[in-house]
């Protein structure tokens, strides 16, 4: 059984920087697709990044030079490492890794960016 918890959410001014962890359990290996997801108020869950056997990808041209994702995998964490937030990241930001087709999901951890 796979299991996801996010921390590292919180309250943060425009411009200020917040880092982002997901821990794992289970049988967990580098060539399994992790990644963040998140999800404003009103709006659809949008795919920010993923990382697999060491190469990140952007799905978000908004983050790309602001984040950066990466991941410890002898401690099976995921991280993303925000930087020079707007009030548009606000959002509940979620983890997910990919097993076979079939996704896991942490229980989200809230970023809230204040002008």
């Known amino acids: 059984q796979v299991q996801l918890v996010e921390s590292g959410g919180g309250l943060v001014q425009a411009g200020g920087s917040l880092m982002l962890s997901c821990a794992a359990s289970g049988s967990i290996f580098s060539y399994h697709t992790m990644g963040w997801y998140r999800q404003a108020p009103g709006k659809q869950r949008e795919l920010v990044a993923t990382v697999t056997n060491g190469v990140a990808t952007y799905a978000l041209d908004s983050v790309k030079g602001r984040f950066t994702i990466s991941r410890d995998n002898a401690k099976k964490t995921l991280y993303l490492q925000m930087t020079s937030l707007k009030p548009e990241d606000t959002a509940m930001y979620y983890c997910?890794?990919?097993?076979?087709?079939?996704?896991?999901w942490g229980q989200g951890t809230q970023v809230t960016v204040s002008s």
């Open positions: 997910y890794i990919r097993i076979r087709l079939i996704d896991y």
